[in-house]
């Protein structure tokens, strides 16, 4: 029997976008250079306002980048230092590997699947010089426990590719005056710009160097010549294009409905599961706000995940798997020296996790269907 595909995830991408992007072709103005275009300035402010009073953004051609920048221009480099986790895409440690600093990557906690606090804090040395914690699926760690790491000089950059709409105690990741956050703008998150991210910070002399830093280290004097502009260090080539920006400021426009249909079959889900033989995903503590950028189950571990994911493809549910830790990719084993047996919990994790659809675009009978094809797989 032939059943209609659900995919993973699709993007909700309409006419605003698609006007938004004419405009821009229209325009002849497809980027802006060193300062920006009309659309990534307004990209940039309107993000920036959601994160709170007296923050400035930046938007950059990834999240990868954006993370690039930040550590770069912070002083992060050869001889440094930087913990991460193990249960996070490549792309975090790659970041940090980028400036020739050495990853050091700690086990998740299974309770949050952020990482192990205690396994940070005991990792921290004379050479750590930054943390990079990632809010895993969305479910923001406890930023009070960073708070106090920035007094011993540690840095803190936030990979919140998954932590659009989070909050920690009411305050949006983004939003707190002791670090750099990043996002990104990948098809899959809370909102797109195809390919794209946006840095986070309420420093403006940092966020002043992280804009010579997007674009070739190119520094232009206000009183310059339109043409003239020097190189005052070495940068990267990460600036976002005017398009990208227009449609991530359609995509704005729809972020808390967005937010708020993904909390609402997040609920679903977890109603419908609660008296199956699996693993629900961690709820956020009172005064927090989960993203849902993710919704995973942990199957018992009798149970095969491949199995189960073949199931679901026969049904034509799409699903995946968040994500393969850096402890089994080759280039981190190697260059790190990292044995799975040193990471116990993300690998129990990562053998029994499925990741479920969560979108805007899915219609109630979606979600339904869902929700009847896991029971009646599971039950």
Not at 235 to 246: F, H, R
Request: proline letters at 6%; charged letters at 20%; hydrophobic letters at 40%.
């Amino acid at each position: 029997m032939q059943h209609e595909r659900l995919p993973f995830f699709v993007p909700d991408i309409g006419e605003e976008e698609i006007n938004a992007v004419t405009k821009v072709l229209q325009s002849g103005i497809l980027t802006g250079g060193a300062s920006g275009g009309p659309q990534v300035n307004e990209f940039e402010r309107k993000f920036a306002e959601r994160m709170g009073s007296g923050f400035d953004a930046i938007a950059v051609s990834s999240c990868t980048m954006g993370m690039i920048i930040a550590l770069k221009r912070l002083g992060v480099g050869i001889g440094d230092e930087v913990i991460t986790t193990c249960l996070t895409f490549t792309a975090t440690a790659e970041a940090i590997a980028a400036v020739g600093a050495k990853p050091v990557i700690v086990d998740i906690d299974p309770a949050t699947l952020n990482w192990d606090w205690e396994q940070v804090v005991s990792r921290i040395s004379p050479r750590t010089a930054a943390l990079l914690p990632v809010h895993f699926a969305g479910l923001p760690i406890d930023m009070d426990l960073l708070r106090a790491e920035t007094i011993h000089g540690i840095c803190i950059v936030e990979d919140a590719a998954h932590a659009l709409g989070s909050k920690f105690q009411g305050v949006p990741i983004g939003g707190h005056h002791f670090s750099t956050t990043v996002f990104s703008f990948y098809p899959n998150k809370a909102m797109t710009t195809g390919e794209g991210g946006m840095i986070v910070t309420s420093k403006p002399t940092l966020m002043a160097d992280y804009r010579i830093v997007r674009l070739h280290g190119i520094y232009r004097s206000p009183d310059a010549m339109p043409w003239d502009y020097r190189v005052v260090e070495p940068g990267l080539k990460a600036n976002m294009d005017e398009i990208s920006a227009a449609i991530g400021i359609a995509q704005l426009e729809k972020l808390e409905a967005g937010q708020l249909k993904r909390q609402q079959i997040a609920e679903a889900y977890t109603k419908a599961f609660a008296d199956l033989d699996v693993e629900l995903p961690p709820q956020p503590h009172p005064g927090d706000t989960h993203a849902w950028h993710l919704y995973v189950l942990r199957l018992p571990s009798w149970r095969s995940r491949n199995h189960f994911i073949h199931q679901m493809d026969s049904f034509g549910i799409g699903t995946s798997v968040h994500y393969v830790p850096l402890c089994l990719h080759p280039q981190w084993k190697k260059e790190l020296d990292l044995h799975e047996t040193d990471f116990p919990h993300a690998m129990d994790y990562f053998q029994r996790s499925v990741s479920l659809p969560i979108y805007p675009k899915m219609t109630a009978q979606d979600v339904d269907r869902v929700i009847d094809t896991v029971r009646a797989l599971l039950t």
